[in-house]
């Protein structure tokens, strides 16, 4: 499985088929047992933590909210980052609005103890990390899939903007997100059994069309 540079390639395919894995191997969580898993010809697993995150980035289901301010949770992701950098990666995702109507705005406590966030919310400060971070790639598990639909609505603004210009890569439980990517790879049992557009694995007739 080859990814181009700016290609948007969502995976499908049945639960338990690969899919998850794919995306944590190319996001060099895991390491294969064989073969290999590079940017360029670089194993993605032994380059260093910081460099590979300018590369790579994993953004899953579960939103990670930490027990400290709204500013912080951010700034993991960029910690040098100043207040106007900030600002921005809030404004793209479309949460500066709502942090700025809070009395203590981006100081706001969150997590245990702290003030509630929705799961849409939540998910807005992890992309807005992403925008922060500036990787060339993401690798996308279906980010909003676990939301209630309005929420995951929502969401597809601050989405599509944190992934603006960015090679991507759509671990796809629903077949809507696939639709729109450049190119589609079907997993069953571990093996890329077709890739090509939307178009042209329907026209084929296999896995993805009776999908």
Not at 72 to 94: F, I, M, Y
Not at 95 to 110: F, H, K, P, Y
């Amino acid at each position: 499985l080859r990814v181009t540079r700016g290609e948007r390639l969502a995976v499908v395919g049945p639960s338990g088929a690969g899919k998850s894995t794919i995306g944590r191997l190319i996001a060099g969580l895991d390491a294969p047992g064989s073969g290999r898993a590079t940017i360029g010809e670089e194993d993605i697993a032994l380059i260093g933590v910081e460099r590979r995150r300018r590369a790579v980035l994993l953004v899953s289901q579960e939103s990670h909210i930490f027990s400290t301010s709204i500013r912080d949770n951010v700034l993991l992701a960029h910690p040098a980052a100043d207040d106007a950098l900030l600002r921005a990666a809030l404004t793209t995702v479309g949460a500066a609005a709502w942090v700025d109507a809070l009395d203590d705005g981006w100081d706001t406590a969150v997590g245990t103890g702290g003030l509630a966030l929705s799961g849409a919310q939540e998910q807005q400060l992890a992309l807005a990390r992403v925008v922060l971070a500036d990787p060339d790639t993401v690798v996308l598990d279906e980010a909003t899939s676990a939301m209630d639909p309005r929420a995951a609505r929502e969401l597809e603004s601050a989405l599509a903007a944190a992934l603006e210009g960015r090679t991507v890569i759509a671990i796809a439980h629903r077949l809507s997100t696939a639709h729109d990517a450049d190119r589609i790879a079907v997993v069953e049992d571990g093996r890329v059994v077709e890739i090509g557009s939307h178009d042209r694995l329907i026209a084929e007739g296999g896995s993805y069309a009776e999908i």
